[in-house]
């Protein structure tokens, strides 16, 4: 069994559906929000029990529970292939498809932050190695308020093998580092896309960086060379995001049907 707490987590929990659990802990001085959410929880015959907000700490191993802490199963995660498949329009068409893959992020807060930004700029996918990669906790799940119980997340041993097979599927490999040559906003991501950021601090190990088709760059006019890799990824996916809504290929605008991505010269075609 693994813990999630807090309102967003369990309330996005129940939502998206993917998740058993076994049962939902409440405080008794619990908010008019936490009642509301315990109420669902009855409804969908969860096991509820009342305790101590000083119990609710304990299980929570922080003070940031709001009240609510729920026992469910593990998230399952997806294969690499299962990220192969495009996000189709109500007609049918495959739309194209923007990948997030994260090259050794270990710090929780960042992997949140990192998830709830790809889903509100309609990633279709998430890549996170086995090794060397913060877990999907409890801490990650309560960083992105909920938004990993709705995407879709895979785990490889091998980011670099990965990378290469999402390339036989037709995705271009952009990377997003200091020392790449083309400003992440002159950079055409309309068409199927893998998106890779590196790790905090050290950006892209060297064998992810030589396998990108691209490398952008965010420009920096203070005295840092480079931003937060949460916030960097902020930047660059909600530019994916603005390009593909106004080409009309977002996942968001389903009805739309997308446009011709431009032909682009990659370093490792």
Request: proline fraction near 4%; glycine fraction near 8%.
């Amino acid at each position: 069994m693994e813990v999630l707490y807090g309102v967003h987590p369990i309330e996005e929990a129940l939502k998206a559906g993917r998740r058993r659990f076994d049962q939902v802990i409440a405080a008794r001085d619990a908010s008019k929000r936490v009642e509301e959410l315990v109420a669902v929880c009855r409804e969908r015959g969860i096991r509820v029990r009342s305790e101590a907000r000083e119990q609710l700490t304990q299980l929570a191993v922080t003070e940031a529970h709001q009240g609510i802490v729920a026992f469910v199963r593990p998230q399952q995660m997806l294969a690499l292939e299962d990220l192969y498949e495009p996000i189709t329009t109500t007609g049918g068409k495959p739309l194209p498809r923007l990948v997030l893959a994260l090259d050794g992020v270990e710090d929780p807060q960042n992997l949140g932050a990192l998830l709830r930004v790809a889903d509100g700029a309609g990633v279709d996918g998430i890549l996170l190695t086995e090794r060397r990669s913060a877990p999907l906790s409890a801490v990650a799940v309560k960083a992105s308020a909920g938004a990993a119980e709705h995407l879709r997340i895979a785990r490889v041993v091998n980011l670099v093998r990965a990378l290469e097979e999402l390339k036989k599927q037709n995705l271009w490999v952009i990377g997003l580092d200091e020392r790449g040559t083309q400003d992440y906003d002159r950079f055409d991501y309309t068409g199927d896309c893998v998106l890779v950021l590196g790790r905090e601090g050290e950006g892209l190990h060297e064998l992810t960086r030589r396998s990108c088709d691209h490398l952008l760059r965010i420009p920096m006019a203070g005295g840092v060379s480079s931003l937060n890799v949460s916030a960097a990824g902020a930047v660059v996916l909600y530019e994916a995001f603005r390009q593909r809504r106004a080409a009309g290929s977002s996942a968001h605008a389903a009805s739309s049907a997308p446009s011709k991505p431009k032909k682009q010269k990659g370093l490792g075609s």
